[in-house]
C-alpha cells in the first residue's frame, strides 16, 4: 500500500484512513484498487489509459515495462499520450536502478552534507525535500507537455531523475566548486554575503526571530532600529567583511537585542525598519500565525472517516482563478463505481463480477 496511507497508524492497528501525511497530500483525489497482475486488470488499466492525457508513474525503473506498460507500449495505446516517469536517478545510467525515498535522494543530490553546524558533522534534510521538488518540476512539466499537445496534437515522453531536481536548490555550492574548486560543508545558518544572517534567540520558552541583513543600508537601518547601541560602531563590525569575519561574536550581540523581545515583537520592529526578519514558527505557530490567517493557507474539509480535518491550501493565488473548493483524501478505493462505472462504462454486474474475482478489491 501507499506508504503514507500506513505510517504511524498502521503500527498502531488502527484504520489505513488516519495518517494525516496521506490526507494533507491527497487531498480531492481518487482511489481504485486493481489487480494490474491479472489480465482484466490489465485490460482496464489499458482502457483508462484510452480515455487519459497523462501517464504518471512513480515505481522502481522498469516496473511498468514488466507489465507491458511501458511508454512504446502505451503510445500503441494512445498515440498522443504524455508519460512522464519519476526515478530516483531518471530511467538509464549506473545507478538507474537504486531504489530510494526522499531522504536519500537529498543525499545524492549533495545537500545533506551542507546541512548542519559548522565544524559538526552533517545532519542531512530532515524532511521529504526530495519528493517536493520532483512532484513540483514534474507537475510543471506535465503542464508544459499538456500546453504543447494542445498546439501540435502531440504527446510527450518525460524522463525525471528526482535527484538533478533536488540539486536545483544548491546552485550556488555546485558553481563555487565549477568556478573556484571549493568544496561547500555544514555552515550552520551563516550564508555568503550576508550578515547578520541567522535565527536569533527572543523572550520566552524557545522563541526565535529569523534576521537577513544583505547590504549595507539594510545594516544601517537595521543598527538605526535597534537603538545604535555602541557595539555596531566598533571597526570589527564596520563593513560587511568585518561583520563576516567576526560573525561569532556578531551574533552573540544580535542576540542581545533579540533576547529582551518576543519573536512577533522583534519582527515587527525589524520589518518596519526595512530589514528582512519573521518568527521562526513550529507547527502551532504555523496555525496561529496571523499572515497566514489572512492569507487563508489553510483549508477545512471533513473525512467520511477521519472526520473535521484542517489542511494546507494552496500556498499561492491567482486573481481570476477564483478558489476551487476541495474534498477530502479518498478512502481506499472509494472511487471505484466512478472509475469502471461511469468513466469505463462498466454495469453494476460487471463491476460486482470483477469484486467476485478479486480483479477489483
Known amino acids: 500500500l501507499d506508504g503514507l496511507r500506513l505510517g504511524r497508524v498502521f503500527e498502531l492497528g488502527d484504520t489505513l484512513e488516519l495518517n494525516p501525511a496521506f490526507h494533507n497530500n491527497?487531498?480531492?483525489?481518487?482511489?481504485?484498487?486493481?489487480?494490474?497482475?491479472?489480465?482484466?486488470?490489465?485490460?482496464?488499466?489499458?482502457?483508462?489509459?484510452?480515455?487519459?492525457?497523462?501517464?504518471?508513474?512513480?515505481?522502481?525503473?522498469?516496473?511498468?515495462?514488466?507489465?507491458?506498460?511501458?511508454?512504446?507500449?502505451?503510445?500503441?495505446?494512445?498515440?498522443?499520450?504524455?508519460?512522464?516517469?519519476?526515478?530516483?536517478?531518471?530511467?538509464?545510467?549506473?545507478?538507474?536502478?537504486?531504489?530510494?525515498?526522499?531522504?536519500?535522494?537529498?543525499?545524492?543530490?549533495?545537500?545533506?552534507?551542507?546541512?548542519?553546524?559548522?565544524?559538526?558533522?552533517?545532519?542531512?534534510?530532515?524532511?521529504?525535500?526530495?519528493?517536493?521538488?520532483?512532484?513540483?518540476?514534474?507537475?510543471?512539466?506535465?503542464?508544459?507537455?499538456?500546453?504543447?499537445?494542445?498546439?501540435?496534437?502531440?504527446?510527450?515522453?518525460?524522463?525525471?531523475?528526482?535527484?538533478?531536481?533536488?540539486?536545483?536548490?544548491?546552485?550556488?555550492?555546485?558553481?563555487?566548486?565549477?568556478?573556484?574548486?571549493?568544496?561547500?560543508?555544514?555552515?550552520?545558518?551563516?550564508?555568503?554575503?550576508?550578515?547578520?544572517?541567522?535565527?536569533?534567540k527572543c523572550a520566552g520558552n524557545d522563541k526565535w526571530v529569523s534576521i537577513a541583513v544583505k547590504t549595507e543600508d539594510e545594516w544601517k537601518a537595521f543598527c538605526k532600529v535597534i537603538g545604535n547601541p555602541s557595539w555596531t560602531k566598533e571597526t570589527k563590525f564596520s563593513t560587511l567583511a568585518h561583520r563576516l569575519q567576526n560573525i561569532e561574536e556578531l551574533d552573540k550581540a544580535v542576540t542581545s537585542w533579540t533576547i529582551n523581545l518576543g519573536d512577533y515583537e522583534a519582527t515587527e520592529i525589524l520589518q518596519k525598519a526595512g530589514v528582512a526578519a519573521a518568527p521562526v514558527l513550529t507547527i502551532e505557530g504555523v496555525f496561529f500565525d496571523p499572515h497566514f490567517q489572512e492569507r487563508g493557507i489553510f483549508l477545512n474539509v471533513t473525512h467520511p472517516i477521519a472526520g473535521d480535518l484542517t489542511l494546507y491550501d494552496l500556498p499561492w493565488q491567482a486573481s481570476g482563478l477564483g478558489r476551487k473548493a476541495a474534498g477530502p483524501a479518498p478512502t481506499l478505493g472509494e472511487n471505484n463505481d466512478y472509475v469502471f462505472g461511469d468513466i469505463l462504462g462498466l454495469s453494476k454486474a460487471e463491476i460486482t463480477k470483477l469484486q467476485e474475482e478479486q480483479v477489483i478489491y
Not at 48 to 59: R, T, Y
Not at 100 to 118: E, F, N, T, V
Request: charged share 20%; glycine share 12%.
Open 26 to 200: 491527497n487531498r480531492s483525489k481518487m482511489s481504485i484498487t486493481l489487480d494490474w497482475n491479472s489480465p482484466k486488470g490489465h485490460e482496464l488499466i489499458t482502457e483508462l489509459i484510452k480515455k487519459s492525457d497523462v501517464v504518471n508513474e512513480n515505481f522502481t525503473v522498469g516496473t511498468l515495462e514488466k507489465h507491458g506498460l511501458g511508454y512504446e507500449e502505451i503510445k500503441k495505446i494512445k498515440p498522443d499520450i504524455i508519460m512522464i516517469k519519476l526515478a530516483p536517478t531518471g530511467q538509464y545510467g549506473p545507478e538507474a536502478n537504486i531504489m530510494a525515498y526522499a531522504p536519500l535522494m537529498s543525499a545524492i543530490a549533495g545537500i545533506d552534507s551542507m546541512l548542519g553546524y559548522k565544524g559538526d558533522r552533517p545532519l542531512g534534510f530532515k524532511h521529504a525535500y526530495g519528493d517536493v521538488m520532483a512532484t513540483l518540476t514534474g507537475a510543471f512539466a506535465m503542464m508544459t507537455a499538456l500546453r504543447y499537445k494542445k498546439r501540435t496534437g502531440k504527446g510527450q515522453y518525460i524522463d525525471l531523475s528526482e535527484c538533478e531536481t533536488t540539486t536545483s536548490l544548491i546552485g550556488e555550492p555546485f558553481m563555487d566548486y565549477f568556478m573556484n574548486g571549493r568544496v561547500a560543508g555544514c555552515n550552520g545558518n551563516d550564508r555568503p554575503g550576508m550578515a547578520p544572517h541567522g535565527n536569533y
